[in-house]
Each structure stands twice: as structure tokens, then as C-alpha cells.
């Protein structure tokens, strides 16, 4: 069964502060990578996804992640935070039994 | 992205009755879905995949007795948690696997706090 590592526990940053969120995932094979957001009281929402391709993906609200097969990582990017990208996020992974696999999350709290 | 929705949002029982949460893919069809525990402050725990038309499949640990899932149409799902105590209080989740070519997602629903006296 795959495992999801993420390095980071709680984040805490300015506004405008880059941001990027580690991920390591252990599976040899074929996977399908996801960034999920949980805002404050709202549920998981899909920030982002990779199946192939281009391994620089770009999702909604500037975020983007980097899929770099040799470090089995899929790292979450953006260049510049606001106060309302405060939340919890999530990194999945599913191999091929379609099941997602999460990380343990990592809270951003961003300070205005 | 796809809509699903979860009810009730809340719901405060009794120890020892059996309370019932629905899960519905609004927009779009889903043959599987799927039933999380959320816990203050981590991660999703999957409970359990619910198939349309066949039984759910449960992860280790988790007793299928007790969290019975339905999935009746390729729509909704429900997961009924039966005699309830308290150490069942937890935020369920649910969500809903789209499938469209070789994209696989899960959409997620808002999920359903529950708290057994």
C-alpha cells in the first residue's frame, strides 16, 4: 500500500510570502496525485491534480505543484499568499485500486 | 469541478440509536463512492467503498456491522451508523469518484458532524 509523507506540519507566514508545501509519496508504480484545500469550517476541495503529462501543474487560486518522479514528490507552490489561502492542506495519492491515500496535512496560517 | 452534497450537516442522537447520512453526486454519476472519519486535526481515515448495485468493501479495522453503507443508485450512497455511542462522534465524510477518460477524481462532500450523547 502507498504511504503520503508531508514534511510540514504548520505553516506560519506573512502575506505575500511564497509558499511551498512538501509531499512524498512511496509507491514504484504508476500513481495519480492530488492537492486538496480545506478551508476554515468548509469541506476538501480540489486544488489541483496530476495524471501525466507536463509534470508542472497548475490548479485554481495560483497554486501549481511539481510532479518529479526520481523523488517521488509532489511539492505545492505559489508565489505569493494571501490571508485567505489560511487552511488546511491535504496531499492524496491513488495507485491503481483507485483509493486515495492522504497525507496528514499541513495548516498554513497566514498573517495579514 | 463536480458538486456533492451530504445530509444532514449535523446531527446530536442518543447512545444506542441508529442514525443515517446520505450522500449525493449532484451532476454527474458515480459508481463508486466513498466514506471517510475525519478527527479533530488530522487526516481523512477511509472507512469504506461503496459500489452501486454490490457491497461495500471495508478497510481493516473498521466494522461493517455497525456502519452499514448503501448504494442504491449511481447518485447517492448512505451510510447508516447503527446503536451509536459516543466514541462514534466524529466528522463523517463522503465523496464521489468521477471517472471521465483517464482522469480518476474524488469529489468531496461537506461532510456530516455527528455527536452521540
Known amino acids: 500500500a502507498q504511504s503520503v509523507s508531508q514534511h510540514n506540519h504548520h505553516v506560519i507566514l506573512s502575506e505575500a510570502a511564497s509558499l511551498e508545501l512538501g509531499c512524498n509519496y512511496s509507491?514504484?508504480?504508476?500513481?495519480?496525485l492530488f492537492w486538496y484545500v480545506q478551508y476554515p469550517g468548509q469541506h476538501l476541495q480540489l486544488l489541483l491534480k496530476y495524471f501525466s503529462g507536463d509534470p508542472l501543474v497548475k490548479g485554481i487560486k495560483g497554486f501549481e505543484a511539481e510532479f518529479i518522479k526520481s523523488k517521488f514528490s509532489f511539492n505545492l507552490r505559489k508565489p505569493s499568499v494571501q490571508w485567505s489561502d489560511t487552511a488546511e492542506y491535504f496531499c492524496a495519492v491513488n495507485a491503481n485500486d483507485y483509493k486515495l491515500s492522504f497525507g496528514a496535512g499541513t495548516t498554513v496560517t497566514v498573517r495579514a | 469541478g463536480a458538486v456533492v452534497s451530504q445530509h444532514p450537516s449535523r446531527v446530536i442522537c442518543k447512545s444506542g440509536t441508529s442514525v443515517k447520512i446520505e450522500c449525493r453526486s449532484l451532476d454527474f454519476q458515480a459508481t463508486t463512492m466513498f466514506w471517510y472519519r475525519q478527527f479533530p486535526k488530522q487526516s481523512l481515515m477511509l472507512m469504506a467503498t461503496s459500489n452501486e448495485g454490490s457491497k461495500a468493501t471495508y478497510e481493516q479495522g473498521v466494522e461493517k456491522d455497525k456502519f452499514l453503507i448503501n448504494h442504491a443508485s449511481l447518485t447517492l450512497s448512505t451510510l447508516t451508523v447503527t446503536s451509536a455511542h459516543p466514541e462514534d462522534s466524529s466528522f463523517y465524510i463522503c465523496?464521489?469518484?468521477?471517472?471521465?477518460?483517464?482522469?480518476?477524481?474524488?469529489?468531496f462532500g461537506p461532510g456530516t458532524r455527528l455527536t452521540v450523547l
Open positions: 509507491y514504484g508504480g504508476t500513481v495519480n
Open positions: 465523496s464521489a469518484r468521477e471517472v471521465s477518460g483517464a482522469a480518476d477524481t474524488q469529489y
